[in-house]
């Protein structure tokens, strides 16, 4: 099976190129990058990559006269999700006319580990799919925020978060987290980016992305699915990155593309970042009294306790040492 990987990018460039080895190294056969108004010299830190295609997002009247991809082509300019998804579309048919088999859409902040056990092999992974499935859905892992500052966090961080939410909202995991607007301490699930996952769509399956997470006929019944693997997320690791993330949120709309409201944490955070006042010294500060997991926090995790003595199935955190593994044996970071 032959597998391409579509980023869509804004000012990634601590993340993409090893996010990129990466999949080389795993499997893939060819990666489409669309890079969404990025100032960071991302397009210069790759462009010796052979298997890699650099473009510009796609325009919104590309694909106007296509009437199924109207949520799209009509929201682009205000939603960066919708852009992103007429980037997966377009590298959909380059995917097809290539003869690739399978289509990965991800950003440059996740990884796909079709196993956390051994080193992932996307070739054997998608050999073993029932024919009758078109879409593969991983499952997110969120790499646990410990650190000020990593080097190369995907050969570095090996700790993720399991669980999203529990059934019993006794296990369910908080994180206190200061409002500089309100003067308090507010209450927050210990979880703080998507926990949908991505998805790999079969090339010569004729579907369109619903959203960023999902895909559909283009009548918009669902596809045979499969649920499988696992989507690693690196979202907001260190304090640069948590700056950066925020920064390019600046200007994001406060709802979703589907009209839902985004999630009060991001909102605040964005505030902290765009709209409090803080200079770079001080949201370092604000991240690493606020976002970071301290020692304490993370042996308290690792301990897995709750209403004293109870233990919660599964644990919220996982060890995942396969990408480092990867990194160790197959990429050059000199």
């Not at 593969?136 to 978060?161: D, H, M, P, W």
């Not at 897995?304 to 990408?323: D, M």
């Amino acid at each position: 099976m032959k597998t391409a990987l579509v980023l869509t990018v804004k000012n990634e460039v601590r993340l993409l190129r090893n996010n990129l080895l990466y999949h080389k190294a795993v499997g893939i056969c060819h990666a489409f990058i669309y890079f969404d108004d990025s100032t960071d010299g991302g397009k210069k830190s790759i462009s010796d990559l052979e298997f890699v295609t650099l473009q510009d997002s796609v325009s919104a009247e590309k694909y106007s006269g296509n009437p199924y991809l109207k949520k799209f082509t009509s929201q682009a300019k205000e939603h960066h999700t919708a852009r992103q998804c007429l980037n997966t579309y377009d590298a959909l048919a380059q995917s097809k006319k290539l003869g690739y088999d399978w289509l990965i859409s991800i950003d440059a902040d996740e990884l796909v580990a079709t196993t956390v056990h051994t080193v992932s092999n996307l070739s054997d992974f998608f050999n073993k799919v029932p024919t009758n499935v078109t879409v593969v859905n991983f499952e997110t892992r969120e790499a646990l925020q410990r650190k000020l500052r990593y080097n190369s966090v995907f050969a570095e961080e090996t700790l993720f978060k399991a669980q999203h939410t529990y059934r019993s909202r006794f296990k369910n995991i908080t994180k206190s987290i200061y409002n500089p607007f309100t003067k308090e301490q507010e209450v927050f699930s210990y979880w703080f980016g998507q926990y949908l996952g991505k998805g790999a769509i079969k090339v010569k399956s004729e579907l369109i992305p619903y959203n960023v997470h999902r895909y559909r006929h283009q009548d918009g019944t669902k596809p045979v699915q499969l649920n499988a693997g696992y989507l690693l997320h690196y979202h907001a690791y260190d304090a640069d990155d948590f700056i950066k993330k925020f920064t390019n949120f600046s200007n994001r709309p406060t709802t979703y593309l589907s009209g839902t409201k985004v999630q009060r944490l991001k909102l605040l955070l964005r505030d902290v970042v765009n709209n409090s006042g803080m200079n770079q010294e001080a949201l370092e500060t604000y991240f690493k009294e606020n976002v970071m997991f301290s020692k304490k926090e993370v042996q308290r995790l690792q301990k897995n306790r709750y209403l004293g003595f109870f233990k919660r199935n599964p644990p919220p955190l996982q060890e995942i040492t396969t990408v480092q593994q990867v990194f160790r044996t197959k990429i050059d970071l000199s």
